[in-house]
């Protein structure tokens, strides 16, 4: 790595001031001077100086760096949602001049270094964009007071972590009335492994839809990605069950919902309508292209991020919980627009 060669000595020698003004200049700009602040700006830039991180985190400085907590797929994969998300956060972060560092939710051993990296001063807080509800980080965030935010899932249990979600049953209700409108009789769920929130709010909607319209449930439970839903099909298809409409957990599992119809020579929309649920970019891109319930990924990112820098500054959020609406996006998947 390439060293300053302009050390602080010789830029105090300079502007004839003290070293320890110049470090203040650099690392509280707030107990300096406008003159003096200017004259050391303008020396900085002309030496082309860099100040260490870790010399301004030992000075006391903030970071101003956020970590991120994602759970990538077993191809070490970020899944599209949180890939959005992630995106939307840097952007809107960026433009506060904070940076991002990220975490790898699949290893326990990441937890512990997040845990450090706080208590050393090199990070500030944390947005877990994190993919699964993990109990042991939410305690590890909890118990050692990190200041979080969750994004995807809503909080259940005993860690009252901050949280920012979608409307996860009015999405599935949303999507599922749209399956009946169009005529399906035989609407089946394809949904993930496991009980976070997410999974139970989309199958209740699904099931509350086809309670008031007196339909026959069919859940099936495979892994959230493209696989899974491939998987789904081929199990359908092994246990002679019919069906006319596939409300999906995810985009991902309706990607792989259409790729295996069309592989076992099932149209769509025309014998089958197929519903995704978040509306990442390849929705516009698959053949046909997805009928999905959109989350503002966006938008929902950075009011994450601006509700955990109120956090950090030492400030109340308005909103501890705070629940995005959905917005039901129609393509060539389900046959009625």
Known sequence: MKENKTTLEEIAKKLGISKMTVS?????PERVGEKTLQKVNKALKETEYKPKFIARVLAGSDSRTIGFFVKPNKDFIIPPFYGECVKGATEWLKSLDYSTLIFNATEERSKLLLLDYVNSGLIDGAVVFEGSYDET?????????????????????????PTVCTDNYSGSVKAVDHLVRCGCQQIVHITGHGEKPSYQQRMKGYTDVLEKNNMTQKI??????????????RQLIKENISFDGVFCFSDLVAW????????KGIKVPDDVCVMGFDNIPICEYTTPSLSTVSQ????????AAGM???????????????????????????KCQ
């Not at 203040?24 to 509280?28: E, G, L, V, Y």
């Not at 939410?138 to 972590?161: C, F, H, K, W």
């Not at 099936?220 to 099909?233: A, C, L």
């Not at 792989?256 to 592989?263: K, Q």
Request: proline share 2%; aromatic share 4%.
């Open 137 to 161: 980080l939410l305690r590890t965030l909890n118990t050692n007071q990190i200041p979080a935010v969750s994004v995807g899932e809503e909080n259940v249990g005993d860690y009252d972590i």
């Open 24 to 28: 203040r200049a650099i690392n509280h």
């Open 220 to 233: 099936v439970k495979t892994e959230n990605t493209i696989e899974g839903g491939v998987e789904g099909i």
């Open 296 to 303: 503002d990924m966006k938008e929902m990112s950075r009011y």
């Open 308 to 334: 955990l820098i109120q956090i950090i500054s030492g400030k109340k959020p308005d909103n501890r919980h705070r629940r995005f609406e959905t917005e039901l996006i129609l393509r060539h998947s389900t």
């Open 256 to 263: 792989g919902v259409l790729r295996e119809c069309h592989e």
